[in-house]
């Protein structure tokens, strides 16, 4: 398990959980990242700024999509994304949590912004985690792709189809 920067003190009053390669560990064995990725709501922007800019965290330079990448006193990468996503604030306000006990976004929601990325190493974590998934969960997540990605349900259900064969489970 790599050594990620503990924000939880620095964080302390403001709901953020992490997502991205770092939050899939709570789903399925962990894989190399080079940066922690954490999603707040778009509102708390300059709070989480200023906390983070005051714990000597430095803005390296703004992202593509809405957040700024930043570098950790101790030289680590911390990319803060901010969005206004309808299921957002069920999202912060569930979070699971890792075996290193950092708040992480629940399983559904995590589903819902790698399917909304597209990238091939999305792709690639969701059948991951959805392979290894308890029928419970893999239910959980059908539910929340019906309700905010209805499109994208058949492709959910491919994505099952081929975690569940790649864990032969």
Do not use: C
Not at 38 to 66: F, G, R, S, T
Not at 112 to 126: G, N, S, T
Not at 128 to 139: F, I, K, T, V, Y
């Amino acid at each position: 398990m790599n050594p990620w920067p503990d924000l939880r003190p620095i964080l302390n009053g403001i709901k953020w959980v992490i997502v991205g390669g770092v939050a899939t560990r709570a789903y399925m064995p962990e894989r190399m990242t080079k940066d922690l990725d954490i999603l707040v709501h778009q509102n708390n922007k300059d709070a989480v700024l200023a906390k983070l800019q005051q714990a000597d965290y430095q803005i390296i330079e703004q992202l593509a999509i809405p957040g700024y990448s930043l570098r950790s006193p101790e030289g680590v990468e911390v990319d803060v994304l901010f969005r206004n996503d309808t299921w957002l604030k069920d999202a912060l306000n569930q979070p699971a949590h890792d075996s290193a006990g950092y708040p992480v976004i629940s399983l559904p929601y995590l589903i819902l912004l790698k399917m909304d990325a597209q990238r091939a190493q999305d792709w690639a974590d969701i059948s991951r985690m959805l392979g290894l998934a308890s029928d419970a969960e893999l239910d959980a997540v059908r539910a929340i792709v019906a309700q905010y990605m209805p499109e994208d349900s058949e492709d959910l259900e491919s994505l099952i189809f081929i975690g569940k064969q790649e864990y032969n489970s």
